[in-house]
């Protein structure tokens, strides 16, 4: 046969050597087209294997990859194929193929590096140090099991009729909004299912105490103990100097543990599958350094696909896909579980009656129990108690502290730089242009709210800044942008389905909600809802931000009395209690009477009304 066509293809015989190759080297043909980096496309590779004919310097690039480089003539039928043809193991040193060999003891290895890593592992993932804490916490002091969602909240395909289904907008469940239906897995039971997973999860949502948990548990010989674990924080490793690849990494994190040959041990563990691989916050990394990271992860997942490998990344932080991963999602706290936190908290710092009293002035509180089922929060909110002794009477500067940590204190306490796509909004900025999409859907009784309704807030919102770009496609842009920013950064709107968002509780929806009335001076606004019930918390949230509410309290007894005097019967019905208080001879004021009067008639209707 002629060597000088200018296409050639594949023989049977070849075929077989070269998907030999292909599974030991890169497992499947997208890991083979990531690693020839689009000099040979998907298409061509996939014309490779099923034996057409391609041009003949993309055949040989194909061979190349596939260490068949010296091959590659008799592959295409050119000249004859040797009887045998050694498939490389991408190049591995000759003790790894004394592994394959079996002439290494492998338990014995892993069992060496598990005790070099020990003391490095409790280091790093034994204890947890968040918010004002002044020293750090054990972290089996205060662990409480993660729970898991095997499908994304956000990527359901609900309308907002179907998320607004049974809710009542006046009278409601305030955990009705936020509640996710589907059914919650043990975070180690999602993990023993999958050797390749994404964790997913909302700012402050424990997923890296979940990773630093499985760290501890592999290293203490609860989980895995046939592996050992290497924790890696991709942001460090991304910024790391001479920029390692992640095998080198592995081996200088496994060197300065002081294991010998680390480079020769860290891959023969590595090729055996040995390693519960933890890399911790994607989200985190700076932008210049995603693609190298992206990459990179992918690429090693090919490579060393044995092993185990777990990813935490914030929601919606990275448009990318990593294939083999599957992707779950962190659940909110339930009630069992925000208890046994608080527990575990109160216990640990000796104090097991200040956590029983915690826990039930929570229940009696259930804007505050609602922010508590975010582990951040609850931490906060622990903090808080452990000092007073209980929650504060103005709730207000409560949900203040809640809202400066997402934007602001949680990323500066742990040195992360996230991009400025809000145009250099100050803090301030931030919350006004929160309090503006606050205002405008919580009068319009929108709870969730589509995705392009809330781009257009944002667009009106910086339509009006100083020295704005109004262009409509610019607006269309950032307002896309900034929307994103707001759910990856601080979490507080969140996607409840594809293309429709809500705040992310409907304490910070209300708490915003205040403060653009309060910034405003919105007072009459205001009080036209008295008589709403889904309202009130506003009314105490925005009393409780400002110095005197006399103003407001005078609108609000005006609408009271305008409302009293179109409604007959509540006329009839004061008009009766303030005779039933002239009929009292008593030495208390006329008011304090027909209060009492009002109170002793209304109570039995209230109580009957509960009981039916």
Known sequence: MSKNKQTVKATNEGLAKAEKALKRLYETQLGLANNLKGSVGRSTIQKFFKGEK?????????????????????????????????????NLSESVKEVEDNS??????????????????????????????????????????????EKITGRTRLGIAELEQNLDVENFDRFGLGKVTQKRVPGLQAVEQHSKLMVLGKPGAGKT????????????????????????????????????????????????CDLTDADVKAKQLL????????????DEVREEDTKKVLNQVQEFSYQFHKNQLIIICRIAAKEYTFQGFTEVEVADFDSEQ??????????????????????????????????????????????????????????????????DVLLKKWDVKRN????????????????????HIALTTFEQKNYFFKKKTVEDDIADFFRNLPNANTAPKALELDSEAILKSIEVQHGLLVARATDIYSFSHL???????????????????????????????????????????????????????????????????????????????????????RAFCLDLSVSPVLSLSRDL
């Open 54 to 90: 391609i041009q003949v310097d993309k055949f040989k690039e194909i061979c190349t990859a596939l260490k068949l480089e010296s091959h590659w003539e008799a592959i295409a039928g050119l000249t004859d194929l040797p009887s045998s043809v050694d498939v490389p193991d991408n």
């Open 104 to 149: 290494i003891d492998v338990d014995a290895l892993v069992q060496e590096v598990r005790e070099k890593v020990t003391p490095y592992i409790k280091e790093r993932c034994g204890t947890m140090r968040v918010l004002d804490m002044t020293q750090p916490i054990g972290l089996d002091n205060i662990y409480t099991e993660v729970n898991i969602f």
């Open 209 to 256: 105490t979940f990773l630093k948990y499985l760290a501890m548990q592999c290293i203490e010989g609860e989980f895995q103990k046939q592996r050992f674990p290497i924790f890696i924080t991709l942001k460090e490793f991304a910024e790391a100097p001479e920029k390692p690849d992640i095998l080198k990494y592995i081996s200088q994190r496994l060197s300065d």
């Open 271 to 282: 090729k055996q599958g040995k390693a519960l691989i933890l890399l911790d916050g994607l």
């Open 338 to 403: 925000i208890a046994t936190f608080a527990q575990n908290w109160f216990q640990s710092r000796k104090d097991p009656v200040k956590g029983k009293r915690f826990i039930e002035k929570l229940k009696e509180n259930k804007p505050i129990q609602e922010l508590a089922t975010n582990p951040l929060f609850l931490t906060l909110l622990c903090l808080v108690f452990g000092e007073a002794g209980d929650f504060p009477a103005n709730r207000s500067e409560l949900y203040t502290e809640g809202v």
């Open 416 to 435: 992360i730089k996230r991009d400025k796509v809000y145009k250099d909004l100050s803090l301030q900025g931030k919350e006004n242009l929160l309090s």
């Open 507 to 593: 304490t910070f929806h209300e708490y915003f909600t205040a403060r653009e009335i309060k910034e405003r001076s919105a007072w009459a606004k205001l009080a036209e809802h008295v008589a709403e019930k889904r309202w009130r918390e506003v009314f105490l949230l925005t009393t409780g931000m400002v110095r005197s509410a006399d103003d407001l309290l005078k609108l609000m007894k005006h609408q009271i009395d305008t409302l009293l005097a179109k409604d007959e019967k509540l006329q009839q019905f004061l008009i009766w209690v303030e005779q039933k208080s002239k009929s009292v001879e008593a030495r208390y004021k006329s008011a304090a009477i």
